[in-house]
């Protein structure tokens, strides 16, 4: 049973369009929560964290939305280029008291030029 | 600085055959070290963690073991391969116990072929 759930499971958005992803979690343990970025082939990379007592983290393009009532937390793309295409997942743990991720299923987004 | 190395980067066994898959850290001490499976178009599936030498957790009962020989040295084996081992394994690390910050640190994965 996955701990996270996200959507959509691919999208294509136009350069300089914004792309968004959403995650939703049931565990209110859950304390922290990357978004990792993988280029086929590769290993995925942590792109940006978020922590439940901030509702927004931004990191150049990249920007996370909480929303701790709701167990939501989702990715935007701010000015998608084409090396943006890549498969982005969501996560979250426990903390010091968990040593694992739970990731989601995954996100393709492709961007257009 | 750590670094982390996963390998063979391609591999393709038959079926019933054995398999190993070596990963070491460099740059840390006792790190958590996991084995994640990634089948095509799929997300990350926890097979095994690691909190120590020889403490290993399994996550999914399945064809696979790991041991963890030294501190900074994770194996994923099996004895006799099936069609459906075939995926994208990749390793992984975290800071040790008692730290908040669990990002973890992938290696390059290991693409294996059951045929």
């Known amino acids: 049973q996955q701990q996270v759930k996200q959507s959509p499971q691919s999208l294509i958005v136009q350069k300089g369009g914004i792309s968004i992803i959403n995650c939703a979690y049931e565990?209110?343990?859950?304390?922290?929560f990357p978004w990792y970025q993988q280029f086929p082939g590769k290993g995925p990379a942590l792109l940006i964290a978020i922590r439940p007592d901030v509702s927004e983290k931004k990191e150049g393009r990249f920007t996370i939305s909480f929303n701790k009532s709701a167990k939501q937390f989702s990715l935007h793309i701010m000015d998608s280029q084409p090396g943006d295409s890549a498969t982005y997942f969501c996560a979250a743990s426990a903390g010091a008291n968990d040593y694992k991720l739970s990731f989601g299923a995954g996100t393709t987004v492709t961007v257009r030029a | 600085s750590q670094t982390i190395h996963q390998w063979p980067a391609t591999l393709v066994q038959p079926v019933g055959s054995p398999l190993s898959l070596e990963c070491t850290v460099e740059?840390?001490?006792?790190?958590?070290l996991y084995w994640y499976r990634q089948a095509a178009g799929r997300g990350l599936q926890l097979l095994f963690y690691?909190?120590?030498?020889?403490?290993i957790s399994s996550e999914v009962p399945q064809n696979l073991s790991a041991s963890r020989p030294q501190d900074r040295q994770f194996i994923l084996s099996s004895k006799k391969l099936l069609l459906s081992d075939s995926g994208f394994y990749l390793c992984?690390?975290?800071?040790?116990?008692?730290?908040?910050?669990?990002?973890?640190?992938f290696g390059q994965g290991t693409r294996l072929t059951v045929v």
């Open positions: 565990n209110t343990a859950f304390d922290y």
């Open positions: 690691s909190v120590g030498i020889g403490q």
């Open positions: 992984a690390w975290s800071v040790g116990q008692g730290i908040i910050n669990t990002e973890a640190f």
């Open positions: 740059g840390t001490s006792n790190p958590n």
